[in-house]
Structures are given as structure tokens and as C-alpha cells.
């Protein structure tokens, strides 16, 4: 899947400096697809003689390129290209294997974890319950084209979904299992998208450096009665997911 340079990447001004110039050089090359998904760039030395500049000036050239996640960088190894950047979206019925459909992406949904636990006060709020009463706590990795795209906690209402985590591991969807139980369809009332900086857990699981921000996006889901059935605090490969809101579809 080729990765696309989007207005979303903050390119730097090439008058600035020459690695400023080189970075744009490289950038504009590997949305040209002259370096591909998961290609290894030239090494350090070998872009020093291409541009006439030391290897201090492409060493900032790469770490921009990776700050702006199209490359990363593997001690002893080399510099590779992303393999790839989806664009997932965000819209009244959110649905993960929908949105990689819509890209040419095989996904699903992997459990990682299942608790019951006494919803907190923000569970509890977002579920619209009574503090204290258990809910259902699921781990969830949502992956693509093989490659990690976001790490959740997702919190679901007992009774009602005690089966549900049985049946997310035998689906892969979350979609599937709502349905097993009953629930046809459900809408997404709400999503609060920020940046932040991955605990190392999430960092881990989405294979990416702990110093990198992430997306994070807060979120709940309502039945066709408008009654909260899941909320979810979900966090997104910031170098391998784009969010997209729309505002049109999925009404």
C-alpha cells in the first residue's frame, strides 16, 4: 500500500537549511513511491555524496523524516520506510473491518485481555450507571495488513454482554459480537480525539517508540434506543493511522 504525503505532515521549509531541503527531497521521493513500504533507504554515507553535505546534516534529515512518520530507524540496521499509512474513519457507525475494507486491508479485532470489574467514575458516566456496578473490561488490539492501528480498553454493561467476550475471540469483530447479542445495529453518540504520549504498555503493543505521541480517542456507543452499550478509550499508531471525521456518511 503506497504511503501518501498528506497536508496532516507539517513539512519544513527547505529555505531554512539544507537538511530542511533534503528532508522534502526524500519525503517528496517516497510519496513517489521511488522508495516503497518497508524499503530500506541508502545509507547515511551513501546520501552524504548524493547531496554534497555531511552525515551529521542527513542524520537530522532521517530523525525529521521519522518524527514525521514516514521512516523509522533500527540501530544496526538501517533507515525503512512506513509500510504503510491507513486512514480510518471516524463517522456515526464506526466499524473497524469497514474502514480497511474501504483501504483494500484484510483486519480484525485480537482480545487481549477480559475482567469484570466495578466501573470507575468515569466508566460509569459514560455508560450512564450507577458507580461500582460491574461492567465488563475488555483489552482489545485492532490490527491491519498485519501491522498493529490501535490498542483499547473497552467497557460494556453487565448483564447484558457477559457472552460478549466469547464472542469477539471466535468473530475478530466487535460488530459480530453485538450482534450475536442482539444488538443489530448502534451508532457512535460520541469520539474526543487528543495526542498523547503512549504509557509503555500501549507502546509496546502498537510497536512503536514509547516516545512517539499517539492518538487517543475516547468514545461511546448507543443502541438503537440511544442506550450506552460500550465505551471505549482507544489508542492509534500516530505514524500509521490518519483519523478522518465524517460528518455525511453513516447516518
Not at 4 to 9: D, M, P
Not at 150 to 161: A, N
Not at 189 to 194: A, E, L, P
Amino acid at each position: 500500500m503506497t504511503k501518501t504525503i498528506t497536508s496532516a505532515f507539517a513539512l519544513p521549509d527547505p529555505e531554512q537549511s539544507f537538511w530542511a531541503r533534503i528532508t522534502n527531497e526524500l519525503a517528496d521521493a517516497i510519496g513517489r513511491g521511488t522508495y516503497g513500504p518497508g524499503q530500506r533507504l541508502p545509507s547515511e554515507h551513501f546520501l552524504a555524496e548524493q547531496f554534497g553535505v555531511n552525515r551529521h546534516t542527513i542524520r537530522r534529515s532521517l530523525a525529521s523524516l521519522g518524527q514525521l512518520g514516514l521512516v523509522r530507524s533500527t540501530q544496526g540496521s538501517g533507515t525503512y520506510v512506513e509500510e504503510f499509512a491507513v486512514d480510518l474513519m471516524l463517522s456515526k457507525r464506526t466499524r473497524h473491518r469497514q474502514s480497511l475494507a474501504q483501504v483494500g486491508l484484510p483486519g480484525g479485532m485480537r482480545l487481549l485481555a477480559s475482567t469484570a470489574i466495578r466501573a470507575k467514575a468515569d466508566v460509569a458516566k459514560a455508560l450512564e450507571i450507577k458507580t461500582g456496578l460491574t461492567v465488563l473490561h475488555l483489552q482489545v488490539l485492532g490490527d491491519g495488513g498485519g501491522q498493529p492501528l490501535h490498542f483499547s480498553d473497552r467497557y460494556f454493561p453487565l448483564p447484558r454482554f457477559s457472552a460478549l467476550d466469547d464472542h469477539l475471540r471466535q468473530t475478530g469483530s466487535i460488530t459480530q459480537a453485538f450482534a450475536a447479542l442482539g444488538v443489530a445495529d448502534y451508532t457512535r453518540r460520541q469520539s474526543r480525539i487528543s495526542a498523547r504520549m503512549p504509557t509503555a504498555e500501549v507502546a509496546s503493543q502498537l510497536r512503536q517508540p514509547a516516545t512517539r505521541p499517539a492518538l487517543y480517542v475516547s468514545s461511546v456507543n448507543v443502541d438503537v434506543d440511544g442506550v450506552p452499550i460500550e465505551y471505549a478509550r482507544t489508542w492509534f499508531a500516530g505514524d500509521r493511522v490518519t483519523l478522518t471525521v465524517d460528518h455525511d456518511h453513516g447516518q
